[in-house]
C-alpha cells in the first residue's frame, strides 16, 4: 500500500522498519503464544528496544518524541504482520500520553521511562457491568479519608491486568461546590490491598486475557491522583481519543493481513487450469475490502494528527469515525478472506479462522458502532438525542 501522498518520509521508513519486524514474527509466533498460553514477550521486548513502544512519549523520559500517529503507523504494522500488540493500546496510548499531558513530575519519573522502553505496563479500567464506558454512569467512586484516597467499585473486561505493573482506574469523585461526581483518574499499582482480580473466560483466543476487578475501599496516597481533580473529562479523554485512534489501527492491520493471505491464495489456488483470483466472484470483494481499508487508514490518519496538533475536539469526532470505519473494514475484510479459502479458511493452518472473533472486537470495544453512530449523529450532525 503506497502511503506517500500523506506520510513523511520518517512515516514510511518507520512503517517499513516495523514490517521487517513484524514479518521475521508473523502469525504462527503468536497462535504459537495464544495456544501455550504465554504472551508475547520477546516481541514485546524487541519492539521495545528499537524504541517502538514508547515512540509516542516525551524524549527527556526516553520515548520517541513523537505522537500518535507513529505509534499507530507500529500496531498497524505489527497487525498487518499477523502479530499485533494490544497492550499498546493500553500501556503507551492510554496510560503514557494521559500521564505525559496530566502527571505531576514524580509520576512522569517514575512511569515514563518504563513504558517507553516497555519495562513497565499499565493497565486501564473504565468499563463497568452496568454503565459499559459511559464516564456519566460509572458508579466507582472516590472518597477522601484525611490525605489518602478509598476507591470502591468494579471494572471489567480489562485487559493485561495480570501483567500489568498498575492500572489507571476511572473513578468518580464528588464536586465540592455542585455535589455532582465527575471522573478522576488514579494509577493503581497491581499488589493494592483491596484490589482484587478475576479473569474472565472469553471465547476470544489472545494473549491478552480479560479481567473483572474489585475495589474494595483500596486506600491510595494523595499523588494516586493523575492531574487536576477538577479537570474532569478533558483529562480522561486525553486518553479515550488516543484509544480510538489504536483501535482503528488494530482493525486496519487486522484486515490487510486477512486480504494478503486471501490475494495469496487466490493467485495460487487453480480450479480448471485457472486462478481462481481471476473470477470476478472472487476479485472484486476483495479489491473492494481493499478499498475501505485505505479509506479507514485516512481517517485514522486523519484522527492521529488532529490530536498530535491538540486539537482535541476535532480528534474526538474524527477519532470516533476512524474507529468506526476501520471496524467495519475490518470484520468486512476477514469474512471474504475466510470465504475465499472456503474450508481452508477454517483451518489453523491458514491462520483466518480465529480472526473472525477478533475483528469483531473492533466493532465492540473500546466504544460500539451504535454509540459512534449516535456520537456523529448529535455532535456532527446536530440531530436530537434520543437518550
Known amino acids: 500500500m503506497s502511503t506517500a501522498v500523506v506520510e513523511t518520509e520518517e512515516h514510511t521508513a518507520l512503517r517499513s522498519a516495523v514490517a521487517a519486524l513484524g514479518k521475521r514474527y508473523g502469525r504462527d509466533y503468536m497462535t504459537t503464544v495464544v495456544r501455550e498460553g504465554r504472551h508475547p514477550d520477546t ?3 524487541e519492539a521495545a528496544k528499537l524504541g517502538y513502544l514508547g515512540v509516542n512519549l516525551p524524549e527527556e523520559y526516553g520515548g520517541g518524541g513523537g505522537g500518535i500517529a507513529e505509534l499507530s503507523i507500529v500496531l498497524e504494522e505489527l497487525g498487518a504482520a499477523g502479530c499485533p500488540l494490544l497492550m499498546m493500546v493500553v500501556s503507551p496510548a492510554i496510560c503514557g500520553t494521559v500521564i505525559a499531558r ?3 513530575d514524580t509520576q512522569k519519573a517514575a512511569w515514563l521511562p518504563g513504558l517507553a522502553d516497555g519495562s513497565l505496563t499499565m493497565a486501564f479500567g473504565i468499563t463497568e457491568p452496568d454503565a459499559g464506558s459511559n464516564s456519566h454512569r460509572i458508579t466507582t467512586t472516590a472518597r477522601r479519608d484525611g490525605d489518602d484516597w478509598l476507591l470502591t467499585g468494579r471494572k471489567v473486561f480489562i485487559s493485561g491486568v495480570d501483567i500489568a505493573d498498575a492500572t489507571l482506574v476511572v473513578g468518580r469523585t464528588e464536586d465540592a461546590r455542585t455535589g455532582r461526581l465527575k471522573p478522576c483518574l488514579f494509577i493503581v499499582p497491581r499488589d493494592t490491598p483491596g ?11 489472545a494473549p491478552e486475557k480479560q479481567f473483572e476487578l474489585v475495589l474494595d475501599d483500596v486506600r491510595l496516597p494523595s499523588e494516586a491522583l493523575v492531574g487536576d481533580e477538577d479537570a474532569g473529562l478533558l483529562q480522561l479523554f486525553a486518553g479515550l481519543n488516543p484509544e480510538r485512534v489504536m483501535t482503528a489501527a488494530f482493525a486496519v492491520g487486522m484486515g ?7 490475494v495469496e491464495y487466490a493467485k495460487e489456488r487453480t480450479v480448471w487450469k485457472t486462478p481462481v483470483g481471476a473470477h470476478q466472484a472472487v476479485a472484486h470483494p476483495l479489491a473492494q475490502a481493499h ?3 485505505e479509506l479507514a487508514r485516512l ?25 468506526y470505519a476501520a471496524a467495519e473494514a475490518c470484520v468486512k475484510a476477514v469474512d471474504q478472506a475466510v470465504h475465499t479459502l472456503g474450508g481452508n479458511g477454517l483451518t489453523r493452518e491458514y491462520g483466518l479462522a480465529s480472526l473472525i472473533t477478533a475483528a469483531r472486537v473492533a466493532r465492540i470495544a473500546p466504544v460500539s458502532r451504535e454509540m459512534i453512530l449516535n456520537f ?11 437518550y
Open 195 to 205: 484490589f482484587q482480580r478475576a479473569q474472565i473466560d472469553m471465547e476470544l483466543q
Open 102 to 104: 496530566f502527571g505531576t
Open 256 to 262: 490487510r493481513y486477512a486480504v494478503n493471505r486471501a
Open 376 to 386: 456523529v449523529s448529535h455532535q456532527s450532525l446536530g440531530l436530537p438525542k434520543s
Open 291 to 293: 478499498i475501505e481499508l
Open 299 to 323: 481517517m485514522m490518519q486523519k484522527a492521529a494528527r488532529l490530536y498530535d496538533d491538540g486539537d482535541d475536539l476535532g480528534a474526538g469526532e474524527a477519532a470516533n469515525m476512524a474507529k
Open 43 to 45: 516481541l514485546w521486548a
